[in-house]
């Protein structure tokens, strides 16, 4: 039961974001930027966020080649550019919100290796004149100069740069943040499961369970931003359809004098990897078993 206290303080709220990743608490700082005045509180259920905003490689990123001629032949030329400009758009933006900061951000451009030939390799004209209206320049480049500069051997018979891509640190990231959204005053509460939203003629109600305490907030609007969770609280047809998608990582031991910079996408952007001051973050590979890669878990698997 909830003290007279805490009822007073806590139970009421203009908009709830459940979900404390990268898409909730930017929901939260940009519902305070348009409306100064709103209550608005942040639930998440981890003592850091526990989804891929901070299980993530830190690519700061719109698609490689391959990627994007990929798209254009699966969704279209128009549906494809729309996303990659959602891309460009939306980092463009992250960087600027986060201007001042140390979000760990290094602007070494993105780069794409190939073993062999492929289809995209021969379009690399046609694409670069469909993306410089959105990214304002030559977004991929041919680089054979880089393959041995970066210490790779032979087998790579291409590699595509980007001069328009970066990585950051998705840790300090979250922080930045997060602080930002405290500062702005939102209230942000860790330890927080939200079990239920339900309606009722006053409004939304929101069930949150923090250790043996149960609680019930009153809100406005409600905003459920846990990505691949999203259909344990909202039960419609279009929930019902997400599905998640794990990628692994591993992170090597430190590599004395590493050759490699920037970020790195192989097989169409399934396999990617990149430097950490002297590691190697590997991850990716999802496309060798698409069901196996489809839980809700942080488990590992063996593969």
């Known amino acids: 039961m909830s003290s007279f206290w805490e009822t007073q303080t806590w139970s009421e709220a203009d908009v709830v974001i459940v979900g404390g990743g990268l898409v909730g608490i930017q929901t939260a700082l940009e519902v305070v930027r348009r409306r100064p005045t709103s209550r608005?509180?942040?639930?998440?259920?981890?003592?850091?966020?526990?989804?891929?905003?901070?299980?993530?490689?830190?690519?700061?990123?719109?698609?490689?080649?391959s990627e994007v001629a990929t798209d254009i032949d699966l969704l279209g030329a128009e549906a494809a550019l729309d996303i990659v400009s959602r891309r460009y758009e939306g980092l463009q933006g992250l960087l600027s919100t986060c201007r001042g900061h140390d979000i760990g951000y290094q602007h070494d451009g993105g780069n794409e290796i190939f073993l062999d030939e492929h289809p995209s390799l021969e379009r690399i004209e046609e694409v670069n004149d469909l993306l410089r209206p959105i990214t304002g320049t030559t977004t991929f480049e041919v680089r054979r100069d880089l393959v041995s500069a970066f210490g790779f051997s032979s087998r790579v018979r291409h590699l595509i740069h980007s001069p328009v891509e970066g990585t950051l640190h998705s840790g300090k990231l979250v922080?930045?943040?997060?602080?930002?959204?405290?500062?702005?005053?939102?209230?942000?509460?860790?330890?927080?499961?939200?079990?239920?939203?339900?309606?009722?003629?006053?409004?939304?109600?929101?069930?949150?369970?923090?250790?043996s305490q149960e609680y019930r907030i009153r809100a406005g609007a409600v905003v459920v931003a846990t990505n691949a969770w999203i259909p344990e609280l909202v039960q419609d047809?279009?929930?019902?359809?997400i599905t998640p998608a794990r990628g692994q990582i591993l992170v090597t031991e430190p590599v004395a004098s590493l050759p490699l910079k920037g970020s790195f996408h192989f097989d169409e952007g399934y396999v990617y990897f990149r430097s950490l001051e002297d590691r190697i973050l590997l991850g990716g590979a999802r496309s060798l078993a698409f069901e196996v890669e489809q839980p809700t878990s942080h488990d590992i698997t063996d593969r």
């Open 237 to 241: 047809h279009e929930a019902s359809t």
């Open 40 to 65: 608005v509180m942040l639930l998440e259920r981890g003592f850091t966020p526990t989804g891929a905003s901070t299980r993530n490689a830190g690519f700061a990123c719109i698609g490689s080649l």
């Open 175 to 211: 922080h930045v943040l997060w602080s930002m959204a405290q500062q702005a005053g939102v209230q942000i509460r860790t330890g927080s499961t939200v079990s239920n939203v339900e309606s009722d003629p006053a409004g939304t109600i929101v069930h949150v369970q923090s250790g």
